[in-house]
């Protein structure tokens, strides 16, 4: 099985130059709660978060066929200085989002199928003019 997460970085890193930093985690809510979000912003964040499994088509000890759907979500971070409101960051995300959506949306990594868009979250507004926005997607793996 593909290492989904790693194949997203990777894409995110050659399809969306305004990402100044991408890297993977495997939990971001501990990034948080330290205080090590990245000083170098907008940044992005790749963590496989779910693998669901259908039942079994074929049950046997020869054959097994069971799809699965493995769902990644990319944290974005940006940082403006002095944006209590969040104006600025609001603006900085739209164009993000729709990159990262653009970039992922309908892209079939090697040896599965087409990654879907399923959602985009607004996670938090830190102080320091920090806005935090996660974007999911599946994909149907085997």
Known sequence: MIDLAAAVRDRLVAEVSDLRMVS???????LVSSGQLP????????L????????????????????????????????HAGDAIGARNAD????????VRVALAGWVPDGVAAMQ?????????????VAVLELTFTCEVE
């Open 117 to 129: 868009f399923s959602r985009s979250s607004l996670r938090s507004l830190v102080a320091g003019g």
């Open 48 to 79: 496989s978060t779910e693998v669901r499994a259908r039942p079994d088509d074929l049950v046997g000890a020869e054959f097994h066929d069971q799809e699965m759907t493995e769902t990644i979500s990319v944290v974005l971070v940006v940082r």
């Open 92 to 99: 900085a995300l739209y164009t993000l989002r729709e990159a």
């Open 24 to 30: 993977l985690a495997l939990d971001f809510a501990a």
């Open 39 to 46: 000083q170098r912003t907008p940044a992005a964040f790749v």
